[in-house]
């Protein structure tokens, strides 16, 4: 993870979702993204880096959301309806 001296340094990098969405997949750090996709997560893990609100819209540092989706763990097809909630990570 990156820290708060990393992150600070330069000032932080202020994406909206729909641009955070982009970028992690230009980057390759996901293989797919929307920013719909990020309002849940953000929405739903406490663990999400901070969001801002920017007029209408939300913004996120970059320099925090990539080591947060390089560690997050997915579990694609997971169906909560049926199964509940995933077990808790170690």
């Known amino acids: 993870m990156v820290s ?5 340094q330069g000032g932080p990098d202020m994406v909206s979702f729909r641009e ?3 970028r992690l997949v230009a980057d390759g750090v996901v293989e797919r993204m929307s920013h719909q996709r990020l309002s849940k997560i953000a ?3 406490p663990g999400f880096p901070p969001v801002v609100k920017v ?3 939300r913004a996120v540092d970059y320099r925090l959301a990539v080591p947060y989706f390089r560690k997050r763990i997915t579990r694609p097809g997971w169906r909560t309806d049926l199964k509940g909630r995933p077990p808790a990570e170690e």
């Open 4 to 8: 708060v001296a990393e992150a600070e």
């Open 43 to 45: 929405a739903e893990d």
């Open 55 to 57: 007029g209408s819209s």
């Open 20 to 22: 955070l969405a982009r």
